[in-house]
C-alpha cells in the first residue's frame, strides 16, 4: 500500500514538493512517511491554532499631501526609503491597528549630527504641547511634546479609548544632503531601544528656482549652464552640476530627469 494512499491530494502536493526541493540538503527525502507526518504536524500546529492578537503600533511616511506613501528602495525592506530632494515634506503617522491604551512612544532625529540636514515638526504649538499632531483616534487626553530624551523630535502619549486607527501626525522636512534617520520608540516594547527607524537620505533639489515643483522653468535654468566648466563650490552653476564635478554634462541631465514634475510640498 502506498504510504501516502490515506493522505489528502493537497498534503501529497506538499510531500512531494519537499522531495523535489530538498534531495540535496540536510533534510532526508528517503522516508515519504516521515515527511508526511512532518509535514502534517507544522500544518496542525500552523493552522491548528487560534490566531494571537499582536499589538501593532507603527508608523507610514506619506508625501505632504498625506495620502501618497513614500516608495521604499526595496519592497521586501522596510522603512528604507528612496532618495527625496533637499526641501523635500514628508508627513509621517503613527498608526495603531488596536483600540487599547497605549502607554506611549517616541519619535526623533537618532543622531545629533543629523540635525542639520532633516527636522521633525510638530502641528499646532501652543506654548507647551503639539494639539494639531493628536488625531481624534488617539483617544481623549492624548498629547504630544517636544523632547530630547529620546532623539531630538516628540514623545507621543496615548489617550483615553482609543480607536484602531491613524493616532498621531509628525511633519518632516529635508534640510541639506545626506541621510537622517528617524528613531521610532515603542514604551510598551522598549524604552530604551527604538522598535525600527526611518532611513531617510537626501540628494540636491532639482527645484532650481523653489516654486515646489520639477517643472519647464527649472529646466530652463539647468540648460541655460549647458556644458558650462566651471562650476564651483558653493553655487554649483545654480545647483545644476549634479554631480559636482565642476561641469554641466549628460549625468547631471540624467539626474536631474530621475525628478521630473517631482514636488517638494503641496
Known amino acids: 500500500m502506498n504510504d501516502n494512499q490515506n493522505i489528502p491530494a493537497f498534503f501529497q502536493k ?6 523535489t526541493t530538498h534531495t540535496d540538503t540536510i533534510f532526508p527525502c528517503e522516508n515519504t512517511k516521515s515527511w508526511g507526518k512532518l509535514i502534517l ?11 494571537m492578537g499582536i499589538s501593532n503600533i507603527s508608523t507610514m ?6 495620502n501618497t506613501p513614500l516608495a521604499l528602495v526595496d519592497p521586501n525592506i522596510p522603512y528604507v526609503y528612496q532618495d527625496i530632494m533637499v526641501g ?3 508627513t509621517i503617522i503613527v498608526d495603531s491597528n488596536i483600540a487599547e ?14 540635525l542639520n540636514r ?10 507647551f504641547e503639539y494639539p494639531g499632531s493628536r488625531l481624534p483616534d488617539a483617544g481623549e487626553n492624548a498629547a504630544v511634546w517636544s523632547t530630547v530624551s529620546y532623539g531630538y523630535g516628540f514623545e507621543l502619549y496615548g489617550g483615553d479609548e482609543p480607536n484602531a486607527a491613524d493616532w498621531f501626525i509628525l511633519d518632516y522636512n529635508a534640510l541639506n544632503i545626506g541621510d537622517c534617520n528617524i528613531a521610532f520608540y515603542d514604551f510598551d516594547v522598549n524604552e530604551n531601544e527604538p522598535v525600527h527607524t526611518l532611513i531617510f537620505h537626501h540628494v540636491r533639489t532639482r527645484d532650481f528656482n523653489n516654486n515646489t515643483i520639477v517643472d519647464f522653468h527649472d529646466y530652463a535654468i539647468f540648460a541655460s549652464h549647458w556644458l558650462e566648466t566651471n562650476c564651483n563650490a558653493p553655487n554649483w552653476c545654480d545647483g545644476t552640476d549634479l554631480d559636482i564635478n565642476g561641469s554641466v554634462d549628460v549625468n547631471d541631465l540624467m539626474l536631474f530627469c530621475q525628478y521630473w514634475l517631482e514636488r517638494t510640498e503641496y
Open 88 to 90: 523635500t515634506r514628508l
Open 41 to 51: 504536524i507544522v500544518l496542525v500546529l500552523t493552522l491548528g491554532v487560534a490566531p
Open 61 to 66: 511616511v506619506f508625501l505632504s499631501d498625506g
Open 118 to 127: 532633516g527636522c521633525l515638526y510638530g502641528r499646532g504649538y501652543d506654548g
Open 14 to 19: 506538499l510531500i512531494l514538493t519537499a522531495h
Open 101 to 114: 491604551y497605549w502607554y506611549g512612544g517616541a519619535l526623533g532625529v537618532e543622531e545629533e549630527d543629523m
